[in-house]
């Protein structure tokens, strides 16, 4: 019989290109969403995608409304005795949720791996690793964000704590933080059966794993790509503002597989770190491989993209503990960003 997995948040960017994985691979997944609409959608969704090749009896969705409230997972590992693993990706990533920042931001990145754990430990002595998605965000060092001689390795910790909090960004990049920080204190406190790997993904682009996903306002990192598609024409500024490093979800997903088949991780930070970006080298690949694209979108200060710092990495040890790997470059997550998003929102079928 094929392994159980459990993948929280099934909804997400992220999660359904670790479903997709998954479905290959022939294990079976619990996925949980928010409520009873998301799950019809989604197998909707897998349904028309997959068509006679989705096996519903693979994809068991579950309601868990809020990773943050108290015991949100016990029900979960009661009814199904056999998950074997458990992909904890739920997070919220995304600004304007409101001005409790507690309530929002920490306490469902932070409670909510929590409560995952806890879960494991009561009702599930028999899972036998964990993987989380936490962020570069629990790595990075902002202070060191202009440095490229600093370079931030799986060791790197980012120096914040929630006391240092005061908006939304940085809600989001200590959550993080705080969430990581708190999984690896549970298990040195705590009895665990389990291996725990979490994984240190940068900025992610690439596609959505549904076509249809494309469309209307996406994720937040997805989003950075379509915001350039709509950029002035006439701005030449130097697009250095949003910048580091960024990896394929499709990349992304992959990491999230190995850390459950590679049986030498254990307790292990993973970073899968492709490339560095800065939104003016995006902006410099859509119009050097996409002419359509030019008059229509900034070019911003195309020569001077040299000359943006960004802080640097060194993610040659996570490399090596999956065997090396080959990470699909930022052209290529551009392109298949662009492209989907032309193919699929009306906004851009002028450049169809
Ligand atoms: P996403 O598309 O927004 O997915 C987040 C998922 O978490 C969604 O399924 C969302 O459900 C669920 N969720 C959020 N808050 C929840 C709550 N309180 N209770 C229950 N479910 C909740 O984001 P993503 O980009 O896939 O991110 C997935 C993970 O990767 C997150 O942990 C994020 O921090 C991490 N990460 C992402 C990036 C990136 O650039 N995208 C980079 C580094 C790390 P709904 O859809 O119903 O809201």
């Known amino acids: 019989m094929s392994s159980k997995v459990l993948v929280s948040g099934a909804t997400g960017y992220v999660a359904l290109w670790i479903i997709g994985e998954l479905l290959s691979k022939n294990y079976t997944i619990i996925g949980t969403v928010r409520s009873e609409d998301k799950k019809n959608q989604l197998l909707q969704k897998f ?199 960024s990896t394929d979800v499709r990349d992304i997903a992959k990491f999230h597989i190995f850390a459950l088949e590679i049986s030498k991780l254990s307790n292990e930070r993973i970073a899968p770190v492709a490339e560095r970006f800065n939104q003016q080298l995006i902006l410099n690949i859509i119009n050097d491989n996409l002419p359509k694209f030019n008059g229509y979108i900034a070019k911003g200060d195309y020569q001077h993209e040299k000359d943006i710092e960004s802080a640097g990495f060194d993610v040659s040890k996570s490399v090596e503990l999956v065997g090396g790997y080959k990470f699909i470059s930022l052209k290529q997550q551009v392109l298949d960003s662009v492209n989907q998003i032309v193919e699929f929102d009306d906004e851009f079928a002028k450049f169809r």
Not at 149 to 160: A, G, Q, S
Not at 168 to 184: D, H, I, N
């Open 47 to 245: 349904n028309a995608k997959y068509g006679d090749k989705f096996n519903s009896s693979n994809l068991i969705l579950e309601i868990v409304k809020d990773i943050g409230k108290s015991n949100a997972f016990d029900e979960i590992f009661i009814k199904y005795k056999d998950i074997k693993y458990v992909l904890h990706t739920a997070s919220p990533f995304a600004y304007g949720l409101g001005d409790d920042l507690n309530k929002e931001y920490l306490e469902p990145a932070r409670d909510g791996t929590l409560n995952v754990l806890k879960a494991i430990v009561n009702h599930a002595p028999q899972v036998e690793k964990v993987v989380i998605t936490s962020s570069q965000a629990a790595v990075l060092n902002l202070d060191k964000l202009n440095d490229s001689k600093f370079i931030h390795t799986e060791k790197t910790w980012n120096p914040l704590e929630w006391k240092d909090v005061n908006n939304e960004f940085l809600a989001y990049f200590v959550s993080k933080k705080v969430a990581e920080r708190a999984a690896w204190d549970f298990i040195r406190d705590n009895q665990v059966n389990f291996k725990l790997i979490t994984i240190l993904p940068p900025y992610i682009f690439g596609p959505q794993f549904f076509d249809s996903d494309a469309s209307g306002k996406l994720g937040t990192s997805a989003q950075i790509i379509k915001d350039l598609l709509k950029s002035d024409p006439n701005d030449y500024h130097l697009f250095d503002d949003i910048k580091y490093a």
